[in-house]
Structure formats: C-alpha cells, structure tokens
C-alpha cells in the first residue's frame, strides 16, 4: 500500500524559509512522478512543483519559480521541496502526491496523496 507523509510544515516570518519532506513507501517509484501541490482556505487546490523520480524532469508553477525547489532524496525514498523568500499567500496546507510516468498539473490525474502540511507565513 502506497505512503506519502509529508513533514517540515510551520510558521515562518515573511521571507523566510522552509523545507518540506515527502517519506514515500509501498511501491518501487522509479517510474513515478512526485508532485506537491497546496490549498488555502476557501480556494482550490493548486499545482506547486512536480518531479519526474527517473529522469529528474521538473516543472514549477509561475508563482514558484525561482524561489521553491523540487529534490529527491533516494537514500531517503523522498521528495523534498525548498521553499526560500516565502510570502503571505504562500500560505497553505501542502500536499505531496504521486501518479505515474508523465507530470501532470491536474490533481485529478494524480492518484496517491499524502496528508498534508501546513504552511503559515506572516506578514
């Protein structure tokens, strides 16, 4: 049975940073794409960044670009994401997820997710 656990969520100053952490288990995932995604409240859940496990392929939202960034961590079977320079509407429930073999921005497409963690970052 699939995994996903995220961890690193937390409240953080305006320009700060955080590391979020998906532990992923249950399945070989080297023809998976990982993906992270976020949700505030009373909007829809967004795509953040995705990564290819195989090939290291990404793909970054605009607002992202630049300051976020997407890793795994093999010995660790994780996907990290680095978020730097984080501003107020960043601030959301982050959720890690999986589908396999091509990256997606749809969340509809993706078929396994985590419980997700939250992100709050003051102004």
């Known amino acids: 049975q699939v995994q996903l656990i995220e961890s690193g969520g937390g409240l953080v100053q305006a320009g700060g940073s955080l590391r979020l952490s998906c532990a992923a288990s249950?399945?070989?995932?080297?023809?998976?794409?990982m993906g992270w995604f976020r949700q505030a409240p009373g909007k829809e859940r967004e795509f953040v960044a995705a990564l290819s496990w195989s090939g290291g392929s990404t793909l970054y939202t605009n607002s992202v670009k630049g300051r976020f960034t997407i890793s795994r961590d093999n010995a660790k079977n994780a996907i990290d994401l680095q978020m730097n320079s984080l501003k107020p509407e960043d601030t959301a429930v982050y959720y890690c997820?999986?589908?396999?073999?091509?990256?997606?921005?749809?969340?509809?497409?993706?078929?396994?997710w985590g419980q997700g963690t939250q992100v709050t970052v003051s102004s």
């Open positions: 249950g399945r070989t995932f080297s023809n998976y794409v």
């Open positions: 997820a999986t589908r396999p073999l091509v990256i997606s921005r749809r969340p509809s497409e993706y078929t396994y």
